[in-house]
């Protein structure tokens, strides 16, 4: 399952693109995902070590908090 596109990496965590942020009070701002739940990248592709469900949900707002 997508969860977002990698826009780059800021300070040892994975910054998503604007455009994957969400709805409501996420849209329109960056995501942060800890690079610790990276198991492999293949391509253009990063596949994580946890399950789409469970990623969303160690996603970061740029201050560090949970989204």
């Known amino acids: ?5 990698v826009d780059r990496i800021i300070v040892g965590m994975i910054r ?3 455009n994957d942020s969400g709805e409501g009070r996420h849209e329109g701002h960056h995501h942060y995902i800890d690079p610790g739940l990276v198991a492999d990248i293949e ?3 990063v596949r994580l070590s946890a399950v789409a469900a469970a990623a969303v949900a160690f996603e970061e707002e740029k201050s560090g908090e949970p989204t």
């Open 1 to 5: 399952m997508h969860i977002g596109t």
């Open 16 to 18: 998503l693109t604007k």
């Open 43 to 45: 391509g253009q592709t």
